[in-house]
């Protein structure tokens, strides 16, 4: 297990800086970007939010949650460790269409909550297991 670690930053350091044509003619290295396969969310209350505001929309946004889990939307939700908010993992190929789905939320429509967008995909490290694959 010792020698994995040190093996995939190598891979991860290998696989992810490509050099595109303008990139390999300058000398300068491009990140290779993953497909967006999901968005991860992080809500935080807004400044000046008290607890007692969202507690008012738990209720309803616990239902509408669900809601969004049942029909597929959201694949996970957590809470934040730090006890400061939730994380969503949201079904969706970009931002604007995870901030279309979260909007839909009470505590959204309310105003009461910020939001961080975090697209994310498949871990581009892996491709050198099967290089060939991707070519």
Do not use: C
């Amino acid at each position: 297990m010792k020698l994995m670690t040190p093996v995939f930053a190598a891979m991860l350091s290998a696989s992810t800086i490509t050099h595109s044509q303008s990139g390999a003619a300058s000398g300068v290295p491009s990140v290779a970007i993953p497909k967006t396969t999901a968005v991860l969310v992080i809500e935080t209350p807004r400044a000046g939010v008290t607890p007692q505001d969202i507690m008012k929309l738990i209720p309803d946004e616990i239902q509408a949650t669900v809601k969004l889990y049942f029909d597929g939307k959201i694949r996970e939700w957590y809470s934040r460790g730090d006890g400061k908010g939730v994380v969503f993992l949201v079904e969706a190929k970009s931002e604007d269409e995870a901030r279309e789905i979260m909007e839909t939320l009470p505590l959204a429509k309310a105003q009461l909550m910020d939001h961080q967008y975090v697209p994310v995909g498949p871990l581009m490290p892996l491709r050198a297991l099967n290089p060939a694959a991707f070519q």
